[in-house]
């Protein structure tokens, strides 16, 4: 994956496992297997390595059989999605791509179909729900998507850029994580459910093969769940010029406004309009880089508050456990958490 490696609100772990719950399975193993501390799911504002959801991603796939989290009447069982990538691979182009992944879903599930619209202005992936099934929650709708897009992304070895998305279900609790996997022009309770991709992808030529399948079916779907988000918003230009430098040396909002070529203002409102500020932003990047670090199990805690901005680590537990609503230690691998 990219230096990009960010995190994932719990809110995503908490429907995964919500998922299992209605199948009437117990969660614990699988949070086990990812490495995720179960009470961390009562932290609202806490959050998961991409490593971690895609860890826990498998492990239920396998649990459950099912790689569809039990969200469709017919499961997609466990190898389907091995399955969808082979038969990808073999596609020409992007066009290609996009058709044989959602005729593939449309083969594995029975209630919700996704079909192909395009024209030489937008490409829109369309979903449907069988006549009699009730809606579905945004979440199976996300998984659907992911699904499709990560693997047609990586066959054209770019991110296909999302126009706008609509879908007919409620509005989750982590909708502001939903537009951050999509685009900011998302909205819920719209008589149509569907996703608008812009239409350069279909020309593009597939440039995988089957040694580098290899690699991304090691990695998949950790790969792809962060790698592919929305990198157009203020809030990721934000990210990414703060990520080039030291923390040390991040600048004030006026002097990054100017270096973005925009009013510190209009980019103070932009960042609103999606649910951030300056300084959430830079919250959120020494929260991620102090979770990786953690995760990592190889500094201690007092090396990680000073590389992360703090000169003592009583400030860094209090800011820590603010971010996340637990401690620095929570997030260490399973083995290391009575470490301080």
Known sequence: MDKEKGTIAVSLVEEAVQCVRRMGVDPSAMLEQAGIAPHLLASPQG?????????????????????FFGQDSHPMRSGSFIALCQAALTARNGAQ?????????????????????????RVRLVYTLREGVPEKAMFAYATHFIVVYGVVCWLVGRRIPVHAARFSCAEPAAGHEYRSMFCDDLRFGERASYVELAPEFL??????????????????P???????????????RVRRALRTRPIA?????????????????????????????????????????AIAALQEGERTIADIAVAVGFAEPSA???????????RPTDYRPLGQRTQR
Not at 100 to 118: E, K, N, S, Y
Not at 205 to 216: C, E, G, N
Request: aromatic share 10%; proline share 2%.
């Open 203 to 220: 020309e593009l030529p597939v440039i995988q093969t089957a040694k580098s399948l290899k690699t991304f079916l090691r990695n998949a």
């Open 222 to 236: 950790a790969s792809f769940i962060v790698k592919y988000r929305n990198p157009d918003s203020m809030s990721a």
């Open 249 to 289: 040396e991040w600048p004030g909002a006026d002097a990054l406004a100017f270096e973005l070529r925009t009013a510190e203002a209009t980019m103070r409102r932009k960042l609103k309009r999606e649910g951030e500020t300056y300084q959430s932003i830079k919250d959120a990047l020494r929260r991620d880089m």
């Open 316 to 326: 860094f537990h209090r800011a820590f456990r603010k971010w996340t609503g637990a």
């Open 97 to 121: 791509a996009i058709a044989r992944a959602t005729g593939f879903m449309r083969l594995v599930l029975d209630d919700m179909t996704a079909q192909v619209d395009a024209t030489s202005e």
């Open 47 to 67: 959050r998961v390595s991409s490593a971690q959801y895609g860890a826990l991603w498998n492990a239920i796939g396998r649990e459950l059989d099912d790689e």
